[in-house]
């Protein structure tokens, strides 16, 4: 009609501004008391009226409630309705974005989807950077419905605390050690050859390395590494790695090498630990990393000051998770729990500041997270603006959730859908407050989330 009108020569700008249909919006035509799309528009003097609670779970399609374990949140300005938002299965696979400032509400949610999953039977990593996840074991007394986790107990109700510091307050965490045998040499070299710069060092460790695994056929520790390193003159180097009449390691890079691997911080003290006076007795101690994936929720602590152990750490543990659930797959072991990895301050491995490293760890989270959905892995990244993440990730992340946040353009691409009156608010949202653009739901949703049932760390 539009362009009918256009064609005459009227201003269909000046007919449109005056014509108006309805002064309600609607959503959805109850019919057989079931909600569908409103495709048709209804009839003039058609009789409105606000949907109830189940009519707009099926308006919008929300996954459907699994008990209150479940639940996350519920959705804003719902009125008497007060409709519950709830995880299933589908969503868990299909991996969620959870971004938003300091204060946003973010580890209440981690810790709820946590509840979610392990109430589906799952087996929740959930890795610790900050912390806030040392106390799951005693109730939330300021949650609706206050629910702890079993300390050390079995099954999905239960949660056990593992740590890569040795120096580490929680005494119930299990320390974990690590065979640098077992790691990806690339993201080795990164950890070790961290600062800007020292790419050509970090590559000239790498092809070290590589060689003397050969050579060790696979039975090897860091402490022996170094010293062959140590140990062994630049030219035997050379003959070993690029063969007669090869390459050639450069000097200073290969002085540099020797030079930063004595300094003190530079190897994770978590690699290949050797035994003190004190070692039996402090606490207990694995170097199983298989201990780890067992049903109810696990929680690993990283030190804030070690991010470049947590990219190690973190990619020998995804890459034994989806060894396991491959083989369980193939087994066709249909009782091997299926696994939620959640990643608190993933920002610390996108933002390392060695490229070597950066790349090195972005590049093999994001084969991983594409591998996961097939294998019953979900994978939550949890960062503090959805920029962080590398876009090769993030779309592959099919649920986003978002509380603060100021950067505009960010946002725009990490909810495409949402309207701009929506993004102004985003800078404005109190705690608990998330837009949610969930897979598989029919509209981006406006949420208030819930606080979490078990109680979170309060740093002192």
């Not at 970090?202 to 062959?228: N, P, R």
């Not at 070597?356 to 019953?376: D, N, Y």
Request: net charge negative; proline share 4%; charged share 25%.
């Amino acid at each position: 009609m539009l362009s009918l009108l256009g064609d005459r020569g009227y201003a269909t700008d000046a007919i449109v501004a005056n014509v108006s249909y309805y002064d309600a919006k609607v959503e959805a035509v109850i019919r057989d008391g079931k909600a569908g799309t409103a495709f048709t528009r209804p009839t003039t003097g058609a009789v409105c009226r606000p949907a109830n609670g189940a009519e707009i779970v099926a308006c919008l399609e929300l996954p459907t409630s699994g008990g209150p374990a479940t639940r996350i949140g519920r959705l804003a300005q719902s009125g008497a309705a007060l409709v519950p938002v709830h995880v299933d299965e589908r969503v868990l696979d299909h991996h969620l974005l959870v971004a938003g400032a300091t204060g946003s509400g973010k580890s209440h949610l981690l810790s709820n989807v946590a509840h979610a999953a392990t109430a589906m039977g799952r087996c929740v990593i959930l890795f610790d950077h900050k912390p806030d996840h040392q106390n799951h074991h005693e109730p939330n007394d300021d949650a609706d419905e206050p629910k702890s986790f079993e300390l050390d107990g079995d099954g999905k109700g239960s949660v056990r605390y593992w740590t890569l510091d040795e120096d580490d307050t929680n005494v119930a965490a299990t320390l974990i050690s690590a065979r640098a045998s077992e790691l990806d040499r690339a993201i080795l070299a990164g950890t070790i050859f961290y600062r800007g710069g020292e790419e050509n060092q970090a590559e000239a460790f790498e092809w070290i390395a590589s060689a003397f695994a050969d050579d060790q056929q696979g039975d090897w520790t860091i402490h022996g590494l170094k010293q062959y390193i140590q140990s062994t003159p630049n030219g035997e180097l050379n003959n070993r790695l690029f063969g007669a009449g090869g390459g050639s390691l450069h000097g200073a890079t290969m002085n540099a090498v020797r030079r930063k691997m004595e300094a003190p911080g530079r190897i994770p003290p978590f690699l290949d630990p050797q035994p003190t006076p004190d070692w039996q007795g402090r606490r207990r101690r694995t170097g199983n990393i298989d201990e780890v994936f067992q049903a109810g929720l696990n929680v690993i602590r990283i030190n804030e000051e070690n991010s470049r152990g947590y990219a190690l750490f973190l990619d020998q543990l995804l890459r034994r998770a989806s060894a396991l659930r491959s083989e369980a797959t193939l087994n066709n072991a249909t009782q091997a729990p299926h696994l939620e990895v959640i990643i608190d301050e993933a920002s610390d491995i996108f933002a390392a500041e060695s490229r070597h490293l950066r790349e090195a760890a972005s590049s093999r989270l994001s084969e991983q997270v594409r591998k996961g959905r097939s294998l019953h892995i979900g994978y939550v990244i949890s960062v503090q603006s959805a920029g962080d993440v590398p876009e090769r990730i993030r779309n592959n992340l099919n649920t986003t959730i978002i509380g603060r946040h100021r950067n505009m353009r960010v946002l725009r691409d990490a909810l495409p859908t949402a309207k701009a009156e929506m993004l102004d608010q985003a800078d404005k949202l109190n705690p608990g407050e998330m837009f949610v653009d969930m897979f598989s739901v029919r509209s981006l949703l406006s949420c208030e989330m819930d606080i979490s049932p078990s109680k979170l760390t309060v740093a002192e």
